[in-house]
């Protein structure tokens, strides 16, 4: 209940992005990085418990970095799994080819190459700050991982960022003023201090209706578990 109290007292201000339907709709607060390619995978799997349940969710999304000491020009993806996990090129190929395989069960596209890399996302989530005043943080967070994983583009550069943003219907020129000025820089950061404060320190976390915590990608039946628990106690 945690989380409710907090959004009830208005310290998480949020735009919701509803799924159309006729059923129960569930509040789904889903911490994230767009350089999290499970971020992606679990949000896939969601989607699958919504279409079973016949469940509708409001989707809030918020900012993590895995990596935010990553420098303005990243790191080749290989090196840095190799680095910072221990794993052999050979696993690290391994594991991207079963994650490509996954991806494609659950309809979305990872093309991974030996050129990919990783970046640092922090103004990408600046703009995603951004765009949830603008009631569109949901279809940017999915354009920008589809511009990552799909389309290989460095979603830390600006322009990159802008035509993203753009083709979502955000105001060109409005973001571009929010990533020059670092006018949200602090409001994403005490988010992220938020979450990390109550021990998330793994994504993607998602909270369900305001009081059940899963971390990491926990495939769409224990999701529709979840949603229908949250329904019967909603509804008792």
């Known amino acids: 209940m945690w989380l409710t109290a907090l959004l009830r007292k208005g310290q998480l201000m949020t735009h919701d992005t509803q799924s159309a339907t006729q059923g129960p709709v569930v509040q789904v607060d889903i911490v994230s990085d767009i350089m999290c390619p499970w971020c992606i995978i679990g949000f896939k799997q969601l989607e699958q418990a919504l279409s079973a349940t016949g469940t509708g969710a409001r989707i809030r999304w918020h900012p993590f970095e895995l990596n935010p000491g990553m420098p303005a020009e990243g790191q080749n993806l290989t090196e840095h799994i190799i680095e910072k996990y221990g794993s052999t090129p050979e696993q690290s190929a391994k594991n991207r080819s079963q994650m490509h395989a996954l991806g494609e069960g659950l309809g979305f596209t990872f093309n991974f190459s030996a ?122």
């Open 115 to 236: 050129d990919s890399r990783i970046v640092n996302s922090f103004a990408a989530h600046q703009l995603l700050d951004f765009a949830l005043g603008q009631g569109l943080q949901h279809p940017l967070k999915l354009a920008l991982f589809e511009a990552h994983f799909t389309d290989d583009k460095d979603v830390s550069d600006t322009d990159t960022l802008l035509d993203v943003a753009a083709s979502v219907g955000l105001d060109r020129a409005a973001c571009q003023q929010i990533l020059e000025t670092g006018a949200l820089a602090a409001t994403v950061r005490e988010k992220q201090q938020f979450w990390t404060s109550r021990g998330i320190s793994g994504v993607p976390s998602m909270v369900f209706g305001g009081k059940y915590l899963v971390t990491g990608a926990q495939g769409a039946e224990n999701y529709a578990q979840l949603l229908q628990k949250v329904i019967r106690e909603d509804a008792a």
